[in-house]
T-cell receptor, first 114, second 115 residues
Framework: GENVEQHPSTLSVQEGDSAVIKCTYS??????FPWYKQELGKRPQLIID?????GEKKDQRIAVTLNKTAKHFSLHITETQPEDSAVYFC?????????????FGKGTLLTVNP | GAVVSQHPSRVICKSGTSVKIECRSL??????MFWYRQFPKQSLMLMAT?????????EQGVEKDKFLINHASLTLSTLTVTSAHPEDSSFYIC???????????FGQGTRLTVV
């Protein structure tokens, strides 16, 4: 089955700095790679996703890059703000129809210091 | 976006009792739903795949007789934790997508505490 590794487990940055979280996956068949932000006790919220037919996607301060050859993808957050503080999870799956059976990374606790 | 509703959001039960958690897709039909478990400060771990009209598929190490899953309609899947023990205390969360879905939608999660 799929295995997703995520690094770092904790990340502390100053407000305004950039934050980068990296993930690797094992199953070359995986084609969908979402990133979730989860606040304590709440459901994961999709913040950005990328499919295997593109190498980069950007949405305002958030971007994701995908290297299929190396089987890794990264989340980039620029101009970080204190409200970006949360746990971030990457995930991977082979999606098709309604099948979004996700394998998650272990998560990164991001702390943005004012 | 599509809405997935999970109920209850919190439940406290005594050891040995059973607890049922519901997961509903409110504005789409879901032939497949997924149940995850999340222990404190850990990631979401897939427990099982719930298939409408057929048996659920359980991940390795998950006891099917303890975690009963019923997906009786295209909008409802239930997870019943039977004979609950304190070690079953966790955050249980479901997800679903429509047939033409472009992403997974998560329920609010259920915080189960077994005392």
């Amino acid at each position: 089955g799929e295995n997703v590794e995520q690094h770092p487990s904790t990340l502390s940055v100053q407000e305004g700095d950039s934050a980068v979280i990296k993930c690797t996956y094992s199953d070359s068949a995986s084609n969908y790679f979402p990133w979730y932000k989860q606040e304590l006790g709440k459901r994961p919220q999709l913040i950005i996703d990328i499919r295997s037919n593109v190498g980069e996607k950007k949405d305002q301060r958030i971007a994701v890059t995908l290297n299929k050859t190396a089987k890794h993808f990264s989340l980039h957050i620029t101009e970080t703000q204190p409200e970006d503080s949360a746990v971030y999870f990457c995930a991977a799956t082979l999606s098709g129809g309604s099948n979004y059976k996700l394998t998650f990374g272990k998560g990164t606790l991001l702390t943005v210091n004012p | 976006g599509a809405v997935v509703s999970q109920h209850p959001s919190r439940v406290i039960c005594k050891s040995g009792t059973s607890v049922k958690i519901e997961c509903r897709s409110l504005d789409f039909q879901a032939t497949t739903m997924f149940w995850y478990r999340q222990f404190p400060k850990q990631s979401l771990m897939l427990m099982a795949t719930s298939n409408e009209g057929s048996k659920a598929t359980y991940e390795q190490g998950v006891e099917k007789d303890k975690f009963l899953i019923n997906h009786a309609s295209l909008t409802l899947s239930t997870l019943t934790v039977t004979s609950a023990h304190p070690e079953d205390s966790s955050f249980y969360i479901c997800s679903a997508s429509s047939t033409r879905g472009t992403e997974a939608f998560f329920g609010q999660g259920t915080r189960l505490t077994v005392v």
